[in-house]
């Protein structure tokens, strides 16, 4: 989903035609299969939508079909491009990260994405373990203080995985499930 999406804004967002060296931030949009049905099998800001997919993380997630577990990474992802709002309202608010968050742009995160999957990711990664792997991706590509590094922890933060970065909203790091991260 999420790097099918990012060749969707490459390849609609003129990134092809011109050759470029960067995934641009028009042209895509974030649903999967829009022109298969007469709705998107799949909404990357919003994964609920669909009416299977959770939003979030919670310990239930791994009896779920792959296509619908895989909601929290895909709403991940898209905070970490385009951020979260603070407006509870929005399809882009996020309950564990109130305040919201700034992204970061499709080519950071899609660079910072493919990093984590070809270094890495193991066959047995859970999402405990795709955080600490996007952390060190992020830290490879921009430094372990870097502003990417820590959109990196408050967007896994906004989906129920991990704490936010320090100094974010205290509210979201006392909030913080920790039992995902003991498995």
Do not use: C
């Not at 991940?76 to 399809?91: E, I, K, M, R, V």
């Amino acid at each position: 989903d999420i790097m099918g999406t990012m060749a969707e804004f490459y390849a609609y967002g003129g990134g092809y035609a011109a050759r470029a060296t960067t995934i641009p931030s028009t042209g895509g949009n974030w649903n999967i299969g829009e022109q298969l049905a007469a709705r998107p099998l799949r909404y990357l800001y919003r994964p609920s939508l669909d009416g299977l997919s959770p939003d979030a993380w919670s310990s239930g997630i791994g009896s779920l079909d792959v296509h619908y577990s895989s909601g929290p990474s895909n709403r991940q992802f898209y905070f970490l491009s385009q951020g979260s709002s603070s407006n509870p309202s929005s399809d882009f608010y996020s309950s564990f990260l109130p305040r919201g968050m700034r992204g970061i742009g499709n080519d950071k995160a899609a660079r910072i994405h493919y990093r984590a999957l070809t270094v890495y990711y193991t066959s047995n990664a859970n999402y405990a373990a795709a955080r600490a792997a996007h952390i060190s991706a992020a830290a490879d590509l921009y430094g372990s203080t870097s502003m990417e590094a820590r959109a990196v922890m408050n967007s896994f933060a906004a989906v129920n995985v991990g704490a936010a970065a320090p100094g974010a909203d205290p509210r979201v790091i006392s909030g913080v499930v920790t039992q995902m991260l003991l498995e």
